[in-house]
């Protein structure tokens, strides 16, 4: 059976077309992927991610323990910054650096928890990995006019965050955790929060959405938009 998203009921309020990929019920498409891609080209377009692993890793070995799992590219431990991570043609891997761990994002079905667990436990090194995927809820806004958008709707400032960046931010004693980038070639800004923080996120997406011209988009135009590269 599918794992549900934190954001399904917000989906479903707002009229999205479900469907299965790799093993998340998430939104195929909202109203048209041409409409869809429009609004990812020319202002905001919103996509559900839970269906991108998310792991973190903690410890003295950490780094060691993620070079060893093919993750050779990463950023300095305490930079809150994210970067590229792996092969620069795959593009599987996204990894930040923030508070002294390493949060790992993968495109779906390319989880890295067993494979980092296994190194661990096998070599004995002295770190720890947590499977974050669904305990948190993630939430991507793509665009030109992403940033601008959602700085509006948040009610934190985000000015400082700059392209490669990552920010953790504490609300209503919830932890959140901004990235500034995007699986694609042009801006955006990702935000991971608990699970059961999904409902007051989400629906303020669907309350402001006109406002701040935000769309929703389904699977399909963000698939279409990974494998085009725009």
Not at 58 to 66: M, N, T
């Amino acid at each position: 059976m599918a794992k549900s998203s934190p954001f399904e009921q917000v989906h479903l309020q707002m009229g999205a077309q479900m469907g299965d990929y790799y093993g998340w019920r998430l939104p195929i498409r909202y109203s048209t992927l041409e409409a869809e891609k429009h609004a990812l080209d020319t202002h905001c377009a919103a996509f559900d991610l839970c269906g991108f692993g998310r792991i973190s890793v903690k410890g003295r070995d950490a780094e060691v323990v993620l070079a060893e799992a093919g993750l050779t590219n990463l950023p300095d431990y305490s930079s809150q910054q994210w970067i590229w991570a792996g092969s620069e043609t795959e593009k599987a891997h996204r990894i930040a650096a923030l508070r002294n761990e390493y949060i790992v994002i993968s495109t779906p079905g390319n989880s890295l928890f067993t494979a980092v667990g296994d190194i661990i436990q096998k070599q004995k090194r002295d770190a720890t990995v947590a499977d974050l995927s669904e305990k948190t809820a993630f939430l991507g806004l793509y665009g030109p006019g992403a940033f601008e958008s959602v700085g509006k709707l948040l009610p934190f400032e985000i000015d400082e965050l700059t392209v490669g960046s990552a920010m953790p931010v504490s609300f209503f004693m919830m932890n959140f955790i901004l990235l500034r980038g995007s699986w694609l070639n042009g801006d955006g800004l990702e935000l991971f929060c608990p699970a059961s923080a999904a409902g007051l996120v989400g629906g303020s997406i669907a309350k402001y959405r006109q406002k701040y011209n935000i769309t929703p988009a389904g699977m399909e135009c963000l698939m279409t938009a990974m494998v085009t590269g725009k």
